[in-house]
């Protein structure tokens, strides 16, 4: 059985950091990229997700697949942040030769994968400061 599920990702992960896109490539060629029924090409960006586990910070590194015409993160530098359009988690059972059910595959997927805006907490102060002005004059 599949099953699909939404991710919050702000009530979820502490930050999403950005480390590489590259093609999916198809199983047992390293050289053919995987694409979908439509014929558009699949990637799998790699991240670092922050989140607390027992009141401690854990860090682990996720895959995420996502369809795009072109590489969908040419844009990102390693270890920006970013935000995941449509994220989701698929669970399946996973299953031996004979059908047993031996445990769960879990997979990420998103639509697109976005850069959040990058103000330090020092602009973000000036920036209150000068509206506050603004508001008072």
């Known amino acids: 059985m599949i099953q699909n599920f939404a991710i919050d990702q ?14 999916k490539t198809a199983f047992g ?4 990229q ?3 029924k439509d014929g558009l090409p699949k990637w799998e960006a ?6 607390r586990q027992f009141g401690r910070a854990t860090n ?7 369809v795009a015409e072109r590489a969908p993160a040419d844009d ?12 989701e988690i698929g669970v399946m ?4 030769r004979n ?7 879990v997979w990420y997927r998103c639509q697109e994968v976005r850069a959040l805006a990058s103000t330090t907490p020092r602009q973000r102060r000036n920036e209150a400061a000068a509206q506050s002005e603004a508001a008072a004059s």
């Open 10 to 23: 702000a009530a979820t992960f502490e930050s999403l950091l950005f480390l590489s896109c590259e093609p």
């Open 29 to 32: 060629d390293s050289f053919r």
């Open 34 to 36: 995987e694409t979908t």
């Open 46 to 51: 790699q991240l670092v997700a922050r989140f």
């Open 60 to 66: 682990e590194i996720i895959k995420v697949g996502l």
């Open 76 to 87: 990102l530098a390693p270890a920006t942040p970013v935000d995941l359009v449509g994220f």
């Open 93 to 96: 059972d996973k299953k031996d």
């Open 99 to 105: 059908g047993n059910v031996t445990g769960a595959q």
